[in-house]
Structure formats: structure tokens, C-alpha cells
């Protein structure tokens, strides 16, 4: 491999974890070792069964899906985009693959040796904990002895695995616990656990832990007479005590328990064994928590058969939503499990359809469109969605279309009892306008990008933000053909594309002062979802279609992956995903205290520091705004 090769891919390995720790020379190190794979559309890298490869992967182009058998059946369970490592599971395990990694589309991987990057792994912490966090959000059965203690990733997804967002997921655990001095007696301290219903207790010394006693203990060490009952406690504590913070989420405790083999853990005010006793983790509270964890709520979605169930599991992901908040966790690994369940009740809405209609007369495809389509929905915001049946004869297309308006009126209908408010735009596959067949689409999408002028079109630009849900996948593939051929050279669709995302009112005025809403309920309030938030969204989706990515819907995927496929702009991409993730996290949290859609903030609500915050997110919008202008060499509508 030439050094300018190798220069290349440590340029682009440097800005993705766990690369980013490692110094230039480490990384020309590692990149003169790395293999190039190309995969076309559909290509499966490894698959379930397989024997392991030598390498590990990073995407440095298109998408790689990675999906696993779950109750008999084919689950995605990720998306891998540029910069995402998958396959580490030769890493640390002897058996095959327990997944399949396909190309979503035509991509590029980087093949990683396991042998050249092992030394590093063992030189640099930062690049162990990188892999710690991997093995807790893709960890397999923890009563598996075989891999007790050790990382593995790229397992089957079950009911007692955890899951991604389990990294993050709060902790509930007992905030009373027995404490004892390092003086007391065995006797009293068995009698006083006895009489406490407690399997546990905590030896301390000034309120610091120095030890921990558990049943077990008194079965190991006092049953078999090893030692006296009238012994000080001291003679059959552990020690030290495994201490974790108070904001300790499941997988960190669940790694910690299996990492140490013990089946308690000590909270302390700090973390430290030299600050005081808050409380003890124990393994029943890791099994309590576990019921509420992504695997499990899609076990629960699948059970489900009434909208009140299915609106059960949406209430624990809203909880699960704003304990991550809370804890400051990235929002895009919110975004990414969020995004599946809520894609996983609609699914379940529509097969309770399908159970009272009875079996499709066509095969069809349900998009998401907006912003369930872009998995950047966290609040209980309206329903977004399309239809599309497979072209059959004339002579049964109104039969068809009518059985496939029920289909969707009862869908739509089941997940606005599950807290979805209907469109106010009629956006919906239960509008006989966007329940049609694939023919009937192929021209809705032909006239809406060949003449968007045309305003009895009512284009409107989440249709290009379309997620398949359910039903047959190829029209999903077919619809991407019809979007992209007609993108190319299609200067008055991205002329008016562009025009409609530069349309909306200026976040901020001349003086830099906010623009508020001069009238109506909201009078006095920012409006953050449509002065801030959806120019980015819109100039996403604008550059994504004329720039050819496939596949990714999310809008701040979409600048990461602008920033390297147009890398001239990449800083304006790139600050332009960062004010996304920040705007939306003050919706968000603005959704959560009111329990609203969160479109509104009321400024004087937030601190000094915080107004601040959201203006400086504001800057690169003027940036974006500019490159548009520039890109598209942009005329006006009248």
C-alpha cells in the first residue's frame, strides 16, 4: 500500500472512535495493514454461521446492514454508515458469526488485521473502553459461563441480551442498605439481615465501604464452620467492594458484575470506595431493569394486541428517552433505538389491521415519511405515512385500493390512540391521495420533481423522506431508482427544492435579537422547529438527493456523510450536524417539561448560558443557507 493510500484512510480513521485516540504514526501503522473491500448492493460480508474472519470492518463508504434471526425471522438490528466499526467479534470469540453484515448499497469497508490492532487495544485505555462500551450494548446472555467476563460483539439479539440503550438506561436499585462496622459480630450481623429481609450488607468504616457480606458468604464460610458465628464481621466480608456512581446506568453495572464475578455493587456519592454509602446494586435489580430494555419492549410490541398495550411500551420509551437526556447521552444512539421501537408499533399497528381485514389482495409497502421517516422522532408528535400496492389489473384496482384505505384508516387510527395525533396536513396512507399503486407513484414522484412548479402538485418534501416499515422491501428500491434517475441534471427540482428550504423565516433578526411569534397562543416564543430546525433538515435532504446518498434519512447522518462525500464544505456540513443535535435536544427537553411537541421554547425560561447556547447553534445555519445559494445557482420562484 502506497503512502499516500495509507495517509488517506488514517486521515479518515482519525475523526471516528475508537481511531481518535491513537497518534498520527500509530495510525499510518494501522491503515498500512488494512484491506479494501468493495461491496455491491445486496453483497453479504460474513453471515450467521460463518467462520470468523481475521479482521474487523469500518465503513468508509455507502451503508452496511447488520440483522440477526429473531423468532424465526430476518431483524435488522443496526445501520452501519461511514466511520462505524462492526464485526469485532473475532476479537475475543472462538465461535462462528451469530450475525449478517449485507451492503444496504454499494459500499466500501475497510478490512482492519485483528493481529495489527491488538497491540493497541492493550496500550491505550481509551481504545479498551471504546471496546467495553461495544461489548455492553451488544453483549450476549450474561449467564453464558463459556464468555463470562470477556467482550464480545455481533451477537444474536434475544430477550436476555442487552442492547444499546441499556448503556444509558438509569438504574433502579435499593437506597437503603444495611450498613455495619467493621466490629460487629457474625451473629448480630445475620440476625439483623434476617430481621431486614436483606441477602446483603455493607461494611463500613466513617461511611466509606470497605467490604461486603451476602449470603453466600455466610453458606461458604459460617455453614461449613470455616468460622465462628461469635467472629467479627471483618473474618468473612469481601473486600474491596466494587463502587459505582449513583448515575451508574444497567450495562455499566451489568459489565462490572460480570467483569469483577460478583453479584453486588456498592453506590457511592462519587464512585470511589472513599465517599459515602448511597445504596447496593444487586443482580434482581439488573433482571427488574432488563424488562424494560429495547429487546424486550419489541418482544412486548410483537405480543401486543390492542392499542393500550402497544401504548404501554411507548410510555417506557418515553421514560427510557428522558433518563438519556438526563444523562447527557449522544443523541444519536437516542435516535437509533427510539427510532426502532416506535418503527416496531407501527409495524404492530398494521399487522392488528391486517388480523381484523384479513390477508392483503397485493403485496404493498407502509413508509414513515417526515420526521418518523428520518428516526428523529422523540416526542409524541402527528403521524406521518404513505402507501404503495404492486400494479394490478384495472378491473380489480378499486377493489384493492379500497381494501388498502381500510387497511391504513385502521393503522393510523390504532397508533392515535397510541398517542399519535393524525396529520393536520392529511399526510397520511390512510389519505386516499397517498394510498395508490406503484404505478400510480411512479407518476406522483415523476410530476412532483419534472414540473414542481405546478403548485396542483402539492409537493411537499417529506415524501422524500420516506422509511419502509413494512411489506415488500423491493418497492422500497424501486421508489429510490425513480427518485435519483430523476435527480440527475434536474436543475428546476433542486431549484425549487432550494428555494423551499431558504423560504422560512430567519431564526434571528438584523440585530441578532430572536425572531418571536408576534401573535396567537405562542405569542412571545421562539419557534424551534420551524425557524431552526427544519432549514437544516431541508438542506440535508437537499444536498443528500443531488449528491446521491442512498439510504439515509436521518439529518444528521446526512451532514456527516455530506461532509465526506463533498469534503470541500466538510467544516460547514459538520457544524451544521453539531447545531442540529443541539437544537433538537432543547426541543426536546422543552417537549419533555410540558409534555408538548416541544416547538415552542419560552426564552425567558432559559439561563443566560443556555440562550446563548441556542443562539451560537444558529450560526451555521447562515453558512448553509449561503452554500445553497451557491450550489444551486438559485432562481426564485414567483
Known amino acids: ?32 495493514s488494512i484491506g479494501v473491500v468493495t461491496l455491491d448492493k445486496h453483497k453479504i460480508l460474513f453471515q450467521i454461521n460463518d467462520k470468523l474472519h481475521d479482521s474487523f470492518y469500518v465503513v468508509a463508504s455507502g451503508a452496511i446492514n447488520l440483522t440477526v434471526i429473531a423468532d424465526a425471522e430476518e431483524t435488522l438490528l443496526n445501520k452501519c454508515y461511514p466511520g462505524d466499526v462492526f464485526g469485532l467479534r473475532p476479537f475475543f470469540a472462538k465461535n462462528n458469526y451469530m450475525m449478517t453484515a449485507k451492503a444496504r448499497e454499494d459500499s466500501i469497508v475497510y478490512a482492519i488485521p485483528i493481529s495489527a490492532f491488538k497491540p493497541f487495544v492493550a496500550q491505550n485505555q481509551q481504545v479498551l473502553d471504546f471496546l467495553l462500551e461495544s461489548f455492553a450494548t451488544n453483549t450476549r446472555n450474561p449467564f453464558d459461563k463459556e464468555n463470562r467476563g470477556k467482550l464480545i460483539t455481533d451477537n444474536v439479539y434475544t430477550e436476555n441480551q442487552q442492547n444499546e440503550i441499556q448503556y444509558f438506561q438509569s438504574l433502579a436499585y435499593n437506597k437503603t442498605p444495611l450498613k455495619v462496622a467493621v466490629t460487629a459480630i457474625v451473629k448480630d450481623t445475620a440476625q439483623l439481615m434476617t430481621e431486614n429481609l436483606m441477602d446483603n450488607v455493607i461494611v463500613t468504616e466513617q461511611n466509606y465501604p470497605i467490604g461486603i457480606v451476602t449470603d453466600s458468604d455466610f453458606r461458604s464460610k459460617i455453614a461449613n464452620g470455616r468460622f465462628p458465628l461469635i467472629s467479627t464481621i471483618d473474618r468473612i466480608m469481601s473486600s474491596p467492594v466494587i463502587t459505582v456512581p449513583e448515575n451508574v446506568s444497567v450495562a455499566e453495572a451489568q459489565l462490572l458484575l460480570l467483569k469483577h464475578n460478583v453479584t453486588h455493587l456498592c453506590v457511592t456519592v462519587d464512585g470511589s470506595d472513599k465517599s459515602d454509602v448511597k445504596g447496593v446494586i444487586s443482580e434482581h435489580d439488573l433482571i427488574v431493569a432488563q424488562a424494560n430494555n429495547p429487546g424486550v419492549l ?34 444519536p444512539h437516542i435516535y437509533n433505538i427510539s427510532g426502532e421501537i416506535i418503527t416496531a408499533i407501527i409495524k404492530r399497528s398494521i399487522e392488528l389491521s391486517i388480523l381484523d381485514l384479513g390477508s392483503p389482495p397485493a403485496r404493498f409497502a407502509w413508509f414513515s415519511i417526515g ?51 393524525f396529520c393536520p396536513n392529511g399526510h397520511m396512507a390512510s389519505n386516499m391521495l397517498w394510498c395508490k399503486s406503484m404505478s400510480d407513484w411512479v407518476k406522483q414522484f415523476n410530476n412532483w420533481m419534472k414540473t414542481p412548479g405546478d403548485k396542483t402538485n ?14 415488500e422491501g423491493k418497492i ?64 440535508a435532504r437537499l444536498f443528500a438527493i443531488s449528491l446521491n446518498l442512498r439510504g439515509i434519512n436521518n439529518t444528521y447522518l446526512r451532514f456527516k456523510q455530506l461532509a465526506i462525500a463533498d469534503p470541500k464544505f466538510s467544516e460547514i456540513y459538520l457544524n451544521c450536524a453539531d447545531a ?21 421554547i419560552n426564552l425567558d425560561e432559559l439561563s443566560k448560558p443556555d440562550k446563548e447556547r441556542l443562539r451560537n447553534a444558529l450560526g451555521p445555519m447562515r453558512d448553509l443557507e449561503e452554500l445553497i445559494k451557491d450550489k444551486f445557482q438559485l432562481t426564485q420562484f414567483s
Open 1 to 32: 500500500m502506497s503512502n499516500s493510500i495509507a495517509e488517506n484512510i488514517a486521515n479518515f480513521l482519525k475523526e471516528y472512535s475508537p481511531f481518535n485516540y491513537l497518534t498520527h504514526d500509530e495510525l499510518i501503522q494501522v491503515a498500512t
Open 580 to 600: 442540529f443535535l443541539i437544537l433538537s435536544k432543547f426541543r426536546t427537553l422543552e417537549g419533555l417539561k410540558n409534555d408538548s411537541d416541544g416547538n415552542y
Open 476 to 539: 422500497e428500491d424501486s421508489l429510490n431508482d425513480v427518485v435519483f434517475k430523476n435527480s440527475k441534471n434536474n436543475a428546476l427540482f433542486f431549484d425549487f427544492l432550494g428555494n423551499d428550504a431558504l423560504r422560512k423565516q430567519a431564526p434571528l433578526n438584523f440585530f441578532k435579537k430572536f425572531n418571536l411569534e408576534e401573535e396567537g397562543e405562542h405569542k412571545g416564543k421562539f419557534d424551534i422547529k420551524n425557524k431552526a430546525i427544519m432549514p437544516l433538515v431541508d438542506g
Open 371 to 421: 420526521s418518523q421517516g428520518r428516526k428523529e422522532q422523540f416526542l409524541l408528535t402527528d403521524q406521518d405515512s404513505f402507501l404503495v400496492f404492486e400494479d394490478v389489473a384495472a378491473e380489480n384496482y378499486r377493489d384493492v385500493k379500497d381494501y388498502f384505505l381500510k387497511l391504513a384508516k385502521r393503522a393510523t387510527t390504532i397508533l392515535e390512540k397510541v398517542g399519535y395525533e
Open 458 to 471: 402539492d409537493i411537499s418534501s417529506i415524501f422524500f423522506d420516506y422509511e419502509f416499515v413494512f411489506g
Open 298 to 331: 419489541i418482544k412486548e410490541i410483537k405480543r401486543s394486541l390492542s392499542p393500550k398495550e402497544l401504548k404501554q411500551v411507548r410510555e417506557k420509551l418515553t421514560d427510557m428517552i428522558q433518563g438519556s437526556i438526563a444523562k447527557n447521552i449522544p443523541l
